[in-house]
């Protein structure tokens, strides 16, 4: 049993450790230059993607950094992301994942309706701004008669499709005020 957690965390060291390497400037001994000037410690000639793909371990890595939706680093559509946070700013954020595009809201409760509160997790489902590109899942609770907890409550029709089209409004908003400023 001992041998196992000592290979469990041999192993999340070494991932780790080799999470770590990126930012570390070596020498590069045998430099191998690519188109453009700049070299690969690893000798892949010009775009070759390394041995993970062409982004990387996991999709996080080797891109490019000009330009685009994903310049910024994160995984999903950034205007679609901001657009997003400013609307749910209102409620109290449980999680965000900007790789995964995955954004959780706590529980929140309107003062003018305190018997009832919502929950929405949103989800950004593209590098594109695109109708498409996002989904909102909204949870509604209501006390209990008796007051002693919540109970889960059917959500208005139409509120989920109400949210989606109020963020696709402010992410094309955000893409035209950035568009404006380039000019």
Known sequence: MNYLKIFAVSIAIAIGVAACGTGIETENRFPTEKPGGKSDPFGRAGNEPGVFGEGGLFGLGGGSSGGGDNANGIGVNSFLWRASLDTTSFMPLSSADPFGG??????????????????????????????????????????????????????????????????????????????????
């Open 102 to 183: 995955v954004i959780i809201t706590d529980w929140f409760t309107a003062p003018e309706a305190p018997s009832e509160r919502f929950k929405m997790t949103i989800y950004i489902l593209d590098t594109s701004l695109r109708a498409d590109g996002v989904k909102v899942s909204v949870f509604k609770q209501a006390q209990a008669p008796d007051g002693t907890g919540w109970v889960d409550a059917a959500v208005t029709p139409g509120t989920a499709a109400q949210l989606e089209n109020a963020i696709l409004i402010r992410a094309r908003q955000l893409r035209i005020d950035t568009l404006a400023a380039d000019e």
